[in-house]
Each structure stands twice: as structure tokens, then as C-alpha cells.
């Protein structure tokens, strides 16, 4: 998710999910959303989105849907995952719908686990990339399907694995596993 800080005026303008399994990509939603508001300058700068760009695109109301088909079933990874859900739920009550952790089967949060298992040290995704072997060289702009991308093999080296981004198939592309979304 491309957001900037919880402020009651700040809206999505790009919603990029990805799901795998063992690194295959399975599959992807992603979507501009028209806010309602103006990008802010610092954003625009950091993603490169622009208000030019969402002038079609479709508002949050209509996207929610095709999200949730989508994510049906699966357990949602996000770096720094009270940010996120925060924003999620922020969106979700403003259109009348339930919490993100009622919609799914649950929520992980990959900070939490690089603070556990890499104590005093730098957390961020890209610190995580250079920790972990995984390539982010292609990330000169906060793009939030890279940085899903980047976040769902960087989860699947944290858990080496074993336990995540394992999806069964199912009638939507992620039910019953992980989609890691940023």
C-alpha cells in the first residue's frame, strides 16, 4: 500500500497485493484508486504517482470487492503491519465494511519477526533485502508492488519457507494462504 502518515485527509492511491508459493508468483491485484483528495507533493514524489494518473481510476468502494475476492481466506504479511491495517481498517469502516482482520484469516506482521530474530539491528525491508540475499536493486521509487514482491521473498526467507506463502488451490488466487502486501 502506498500511504503517507495516518492524518485523517491521507487516502490510498495504489493497492498492489502479490501471492506465492515458494517464490512462484500465483498470483496479483493491483490497482490505482482515485483518493478523492490531491496527492501530496512528498508522496508523489516517493512513488511517482501522480494526480494525472488517477484521474480514471477507480475509487476505493470499487476496488474493495475484487480485493476480497482475491485475498479470500488467505493471511495478510505486512512490514510494519499496524500501519497498514490501520489504513486498511481507516478505508474499510469509511465504506460501511468490517475490519481487514474480520475479512481474513489473519494478519502477520514481518517486522515484528525481523526484530525477533535480528534483535538491534535495522529492520527495514531494504536492511532485510542486503541480510538476506534478496535482490532490491530495481527499487529507486517506494513502489508498492516491488516492495510486495520484495516483502513476500524476504518473509519467505525469514520463515525459510516452512510455513508461509504456502497456497492451496482454491477458488481465488490466494485462499487458505499468504498474500504480503506493502
Known amino acids: 500500500l502506498i500511504v503517507g502518515p495516518l492524518d485523517p485527509t491521507d487516502r490510498f492511491t495504489y493497492w498492489p497485493v502479490r501471492a506465492s508459493r515458494g517464490g512462484e508468483v500465483l498470483g496479483e491485484f493491483q490497482t490505482l484508486v482515485q483518493p478523492g483528495v490531491p496527492v501530496p507533493a512528498f508522496i508523489a514524489v516517493l512513488t511517482g504517482i501522480t494526480d494525472s494518473m488517477l484521474v480514471d481510476a477507480p475509487r476505493l468502494g470499487e476496488a474493495v470487492p475484487a480485493f476480497l475476492d482475491f485475498a479470500a481466506g488467505s493471511v495478510l504479511v505486512a512490514h510494519n503491519a499496524p500501519f497498514d491495517i490501520g489504513f486498511l481498517n481507516k478505508e474499510l469502516s469509511l465504506l460501511g465494511r468490517p475490519k481487514i482482520t474480520e475479512l481474513l484469516a489473519g494478519v502477520t506482521d514481518s517486522l515484528v519477526m525481523a526484530k525477533e530474530m535480528f ?7 531494504d536492511a532485510l533485502c542486503d541480510r538476506l540475499g534478496v535482490d532490491n536493486s530495481g527499487r529507486t521509487l517506494h ?11 524476504v518473509y519467505i526467507n525469514m520463515t525459510r519457507g516452512q510455513e508461509a506463502l504456502l497456497i492451496e488451490a482454491g477458488d481465488t488466487a490466494a485462499e487458505g494462504g499468504v498474500v504480503a502486501v506493502q
Open 143 to 153: 513502489g508498492a508492488l516491488l516492495d510486495a514482491e520484495l516483502l513476500a521473498d
Open 119 to 125: 534483535p538491534g539491528k535495522r529492520n527495514g525491508l
